[in-house]
């Protein structure tokens, strides 16, 4: 107690410290470093310091009175999770979790033969990051896509933090990219607060050409970026058969059915004439017969 009435009385007689912040960043269950930056180029004994960690919600996090570690005062979530380096003046903080993400100060107060005093402050802003999975394309249709249908599908990637910026979907075919932006759907854990995201893609079925695609996720300016096995689609299109109009069987026919009227026609007119000519022979005409001889009385 007598360590936070003389924290709060010195912060309370010497508010215009100002405090230098320094960004730390660590990997979910890992170990976050917090310095103080301290270089104690007056060589004080840290028999005679008071070293106070506290987070921007009100936690104590750690304190050294007198150069012991003490505990009486500690948020319980920091119980046996933090350790303090004096010769480097670093805090270290174990298996940090997402919920520890946030600003940290350190005070350091020298109390040697006289009141104690604020010799020492510095921020520490803690940046949490934890690995999203390669996002994986699925599709959401049975079956083969077909050239006439659209290819519907999504991209997920789960277990990461921060929150990612976008999902790309990248379409490559015959040395030409094309980048497409699709919402992305984002769902945090209420207890790791870590983030699943999917985004889903609805296009006509890429025919008669090797089609790449691939889902690319941003996580940020200064994080690297995730992009999923390519989905390979190489599909040909059903080729209508052309209609083929064949004049030359109704034009054989057509030339057949006169051939057999003409020939029909001849072979009639050959039988008129057969008959007309038999006919003619058969009966001569009169003149020609010989007189019958006349008989003398």
């Known amino acids: 107690m007598e360590v936070c009435i003389s924290f709060l009385f010195a912060i309370i007689l010497l508010p215009g410290i100002a405090a230098n912040v320094h960004h730390v960043k660590s990997f979910l269950n890992h170990t976050a470093y917090l310095s103080c930056y301290f270089p104690n180029s007056q060589k004080t004994d840290i028999k005679n310091i008071i070293v106070f ?8 996090v750690h304190e050294v009175f007198l150069g012991q570690e003490i505990h009486d005062h500690l948020s319980p979530k920091y119980i046996n999770r933090t350790k303090m380096d004096m010769d480097k003046w670093t805090l270290q903080l174990l298996n940090v979790r997402i919920v520890d993400e946030g600003q940290y100060k350190c005070i350091i107060m020298h109390m040697d033969k006289g009141p104690k005093k604020i010799i020492h402050e510095s921020e ?17 249709h049975s079956g083969e896509p077909k050239p006439s249908e659209n290819l519907n599908l999504s991209c997920s990637s789960s277990g990461g933090y921060p929150e990612p910026k976008q999902m790309i979907w990248l379409i490559s075919s ?6 497409l932006i699709r919402r992305m759907d984002v769902l945090q854990d209420a207890v790791t607060k870590q983030y699943n995201v999917t985004s889903k893609l609805n296009i006509p079925v890429p025919t008669n050409t090797l089609t790449n695609i691939s889902c690319l996720l941003h996580l940020g300016e200064q994080q690297r970026s995730l992009i999923s096995v390519p989905l390979v689609i190489e599909i040909q299109a059903e080729e209508m058969e052309p209609v083929k109009v064949n004049f030359f069987g109704p034009l054989i026919a057509v030339i057949l059915l006169i051939t057999l009227l003409l020939g029909f026609l001849i072979l009639k007119n050959r039988n008129i004439s057969s008959t007309s000519q038999r006919t003619y022979n058969a009966c001569p005409p009169l003149a020609a017969r010989p007189a019958r001889p006349t008989s003398s009385p």
Do not use: F
């Open 53 to 60: 960690w506290q987070k921007d919600t009100g936690e104590v």
């Open 124 to 140: 520490c802003l803690l940046h949490i990051t934890a690995n999203y999975s390669q996002p994986v394309i699925a599709q959401l």
């Open 174 to 179: 015959e040395n030409m990219t094309d980048r």
